[in-house]
Structure formats: C-alpha cells, structure tokens
C-alpha cells in the first residue's frame, strides 16, 4: 500500500516537471514568438486561406464570442444529423444503430462542450465513423475553442487598454496544430505499445482465462483516448472508459493517461505568468489552487485506502483498500488520485467506477466539479477562477474601504454582476434539476419518459439522490462522468442534462470574456502605495475564502443530503 501511494505522489511531482516547460512553450506560441513547431505555418495558412480568415485581425470581446459561438451551432448540428444516420454511414463493422433523437441531442451537445457525458456505451452506440469524425473531431475543437477562449482573456489582462482581445480563428487552430496534435501524436504511441487497439477491425472472439468465449469489441482507439485525456474530455472509446483493459492495459498506460489530464491544465496557469510577465500572480494561482487539489486527493487516497467502514464493523480486514469497483492493476490509491484529477480538471475520464467510491470520497468529488476552477478544463478553468478573483477583487475593495481595482483597471458594477450570475447560475442549474429529479421520483414515479423515474435509481436513499446531484454537477462543469446506477439514457435525463450542458460551458465562457472585454478598454490606472496587491499570498488566501465560502454556502445543504448524511449512516 505504501507503494501505491508513493506512486501516485510520483503521477503528481512528474507532471508538474513536465507542466512548468509546456507552459513556457504554449506562451511563445500564442504570443507570435519563435517556437520548435513553426513548420506548421504552411498548413496554419492553408487552413487561413480555405476559410477566408485573416489571422492577424483584432476582435472585440464580442466579435470573438461571436465567432466561437457560431462555429460551434454549426458544429453540433453536424453532429447531431451524424449520429442519428450513423448506421446508414460507413466504417461500422459491428452493425451499430443510428442513435434516437433525444440521445442524439444529448450526445452531440455532450461532446461540443468538451463534457463528454457518455448516456450510450461506446462499443455499441457509436460506429468507428461518429467515433472519428464527430467524438474525436468534436474532442479536439472543443478542447481548442475553450485555450482560444483562455488566450483572449490574456491578452485583456495584458495590456494596459486595449479592445483587441486576438483573432478567435488564429488562436484556435494553433490549439490544434501547436499543442493538442503534438502532445496526441505522442500519447497514442505510447498507449498503442502499451496494448490499446489501434486497427478498423471488428469484435474479436476471446477465450478467457475462465474458459468462457466472449466479443470484445477493438477499433482505431488509441488517438481517441489521447485527446479525450490531453483535452479534458474524458469520453471513452469503451462504455468501461478507461477501467477497460483495452483502453487502459497496464500500470504504465494509467501513469501516462493520469498525467495528461492535468499536464496541460497546470500548464496553463504557468502560461499566465509567462504570457502577460506576471509569474507571481501565476504562482499565487497555482498555490491557491493546489492547496485544495492536495487536500482533496488525501482524503480520498486516505477513504479508498482504509476501505468500507461498514466491513470494518464485520471485523473484516481490509489490508488492499476498497476494492469494490476499482481494478487490480491500479488499486484504490491510483484510482482515489485519478478521481480528483479528472474532477479538478472537468476531464471525467474514470479508472474505476465512481458510483463505487467511499461517501466522503464521493463527496469530494462532487464538491470539486462544484467549484470547478482547480487547474479545470482547457482554458475554462483559469476562466472560472478569474470570476473568484472578480468576486474577491470586490469584496477586498469594500473591506480597505476604495475603489476596487484589477491589473490596473476599476471593477465596477457590471463586472460584478456578470460574475455573481455566473456564480449564481451553476449553483441554480445544479440544485433546481436535481430538485425537480427528486421530485419526479417521488411524486411521479410512474410518468412515461422512455423510462419512468422509479426505475431511474438502482439505489436508494441517500446514495440515489447523490447519483441525480452528481449526474447535474457533472454536467453543468462539463465534466461528463457519472454515479453510474443511475438510469440515464432516456428522454428525461437526455433533455434536461443537454440543456444544463448548454448553459455549463458557454455562460462561463461568454461571463469572463465579457468582464475582460469590459475591464481592458477602461483607462488603465498606474499601481500606487494604496493600490490592492492581487499578486501576493495575502490575495491569494482571500480568494481561497471566497472559493470555500461561495461553494460552502451554495452546495453543503444538497451535499449534506447526499455523500455527508450515507457516511454518517454508516456509523
């Protein structure tokens, strides 16, 4: 046990070794300077030319969110035709179905949004053809439109007064041919020496070491995998995700996939302090932020490590952890690590079955797609801290008794209001659709939605409504995993999930760009002896009250009805 441990305090040290150099890298390159990759400028500029872009044309804060949220309309529509008529396509050897519509439409927004909520299994509800050229296409345009998103609001933090926020279309396409490709190229090696399927076949026949002859489903899966890890979207190529041996075969391959969900994540907040020449407020970022990371993945490793109280009180012992729904290769300490990493980071990508972990770890969870800005998602994480600093910028204004001020700029009203409605929002989305689950549950359980709502949770009580808060928190932090005794593929769970995806990702986008826009065109204000240091610890420490407070005040009472009061039952 003490191995597995050391083992995942290693995951952790290697990727911030590996963190700190890309983070450098992505700096220069949407910064315009010489970087290793510049032989990509002939396609960058084919690309450029087949679409009529001038790269080098400055956008306002709302040409830029135009032209990201047009594309994006453009992009689910595809999506959305594809996957019904997928089994009408080609490249489906195992004879899939064409998805219905509602599934259709939860998917095709699911994988838009970088969620990546999986209500369908991979081997047989998606063909090789929507599995590449609209999950995979999906998952690296999304994973791009959130950097170029993250880049815009760099460019208003670093420039004294300025409404150009860079070119949406230049910034996006080097997401993919600068960082994400790259990066895929070398992950998808690795996992295919590792033992993940790389071929267009079709199921294959296995004996297994029980003698028994099962299909198991094969296909080009390992540059899938790559980018649903590298770009925190998390939806596997298998229904199992990556506690499949095949999408994840060795102890090696869960080293590799562990670090690229939050490699490129934690690289970015470096990024920050290279890109606009502030590394202390970078760093005081980062420390805020894994100040809550550490304490989170202790209390799992510790839960998942100790086991089941309630075996406990058999007498039983526990020596390996808890093992319910965790696989042998990895153990419980590795599994504990990947489920706060990939809740931190919106990834949802799963080792083990999440449905499965101890209550407090199951908890934690939750608690972190709450607040949904530790490292985070592609671009979108340091865009939900950046409403914190917005919030406590504000508060800390009131308390020193002036004007409240941010790298040189007022915060005023409209700034503030667009944070706490984005605040406001997450919280509403989560607890209102929960609400109305539980209420549908228990007052009409027998409504027709495809599937009536009392055979939704295959477990009750407490563990039930925390699978209904879990699958709404996922969905509203584009996280996409899930308490999986949950029934969801149905037309309740499809709508009301696709409508708080829609809401999740693009308002905590639109929310910080628009604050950006609106801060960087204000007359810039030189830093005096009075002005509010937001680069020291002292800042530092009241945005991590903000972020505890805020998410203290708005989810304790939901989770105390959930994880909180099934640990105190079992006692």
Request: hydrophobic residues 45%.
């Amino acid at each position: 046990m003490n191995t597995e441990i050391t083992g995942t305090i290693l995951i952790v040290l290697l990727t911030l070794l590996l963190a700190y150099p890309l983070g450098r890298y992505m700096a220069k390159v949407f910064a315009g300077q010489k970087n290793w990759l510049d032989f990509m400028k002939p396609v960058e500029k084919l690309i450029f030319k087949i679409g009529g872009v001038n790269p080098d044309e400055g956008m306002n804060w709302k040409q830029f969110l135009k032209a990201m949220l047009t594309i994006n309309l453009l992009w689910f529509v595809y999506a959305f035709f594809v996957l019904m008529f997928q089994d009408k396509l080609p490249l489906n050897p195992d004879g899939n179905p064409g998805q219905t519509p509602d599934l259709a439409f939860n998917t095709a927004i699911s994988f838009l949004v970088n969620c990546n909520l999986q209500h369908y299994s991979g081997e047989t509800g998606v063909t090789y053809f929507s599995q590449l050229f609209v999950i995979t296409f999906l998952q690296f345009v999304s994973a791009a439109t959130g950097l170029a998103a993250l880049i815009a609001l760099f460019n208003g933090l670093k420039e004294k007064t300025t409404q150009n926020l860079g070119n949406f279309w230049n910034y996006f396409v080097k997401s993919i041919t600068r960082v994400l490709l790259p990066l895929c190229i070398v992950v998808a090696v690795l996992l295919v020496f590792s033992g993940t399927p790389a071929s267009f076949d079709g199921k294959d026949s296995i004996t297994t070491l029980q003698g028994d002859s099962v299909q198991v489903s094969r296909g080009p899966a390992a540059g899938m995998i790559a980018i649903k890890q590298l770009g925190t979207n998390g939806g596997g190529w298998f229904g199992a995700n990556s506690s499949h041996p095949l999408e994840n075969p060795t102890y090696f391959s869960n080293i590799v996939e562990t670090i690229s969900i939050l490699v490129i994540p934690m690289a970015l907040v470096f990024s920050l302090g290279f890109y606009i020449n502030r590394r202390k407020l970078s760093t005081v970022i980062f420390a805020v932020m894994s100040v809550l990371f550490v304490l989170f993945c202790c209390i799992n490793i510790y839960y998942e490590t100790r086991g089941n109280p309630a075996i406990d009180k058999m007498g039983i012992t526990q020596s390996i952890g808890s093992m319910e729904g965790k696989e042998i290769r990895t153990g419980s300490a590795a599994t504990a690590l990947w489920s706060v990493i990939t809740t931190s980071t919106s990834n949802g990508s799963v080792n083990g079955m999440h449905d499965s972990l101890t209550p407090l770890s199951g908890g934690v969870v939750i608690l972190d797609m709450m607040i949904n800005a530790l490292y985070g998602g592609i671009g979108v994480g340091l865009l939900n801290y950046f409403i914190f600093i917005i919030i406590a910028v504000f508060i800390s204004g009131l308390m020193v008794g002036r004007t409240p001020e941010f790298m040189g700029h007022k915060v005023e009203a409209r700034e503030v209001k667009i944070a706490a409605l984005v605040t406001l929002l997450s919280a509403f989305l989560i607890k209102g659709f929960t609400a109305f689950a539980a209420y549908m549950v228990a007052h009409h359980p027998e409504i027709a939605w495809s599937v009536k709502p009392s055979a939704w949770l295959n477990n009750p009580g407490y563990h039930g409504f925390s699978e209904m808060l879990y699958e709404f928190t996922s969905s509203n932090a584009n996280n996409g995993s899930g308490f999986e005794g949950l029934s969801d593929n149905n037309i309740f769970w499809n709508v009301t999930t696709g409508f708080v995806l829609i809401l999740g990702r693009y308002l905590p986008i639109i929310g910080p760009v628009a604050i950006i826009g609106l801060l960087a065109k204000k007359k810039y204000i030189p830093e005096s002896s009075g002005t509010l240091r937001t680069d020291s610890y002292t800042f530092g420490a009241m945005t991590l009250a903000v972020i505890i407070i805020i998410n203290a005040l708005s989810y304790f009472p939901a989770l105390a009805l959930g994880p909180i009061a099934e640990y105190l039952s079992l006692y």
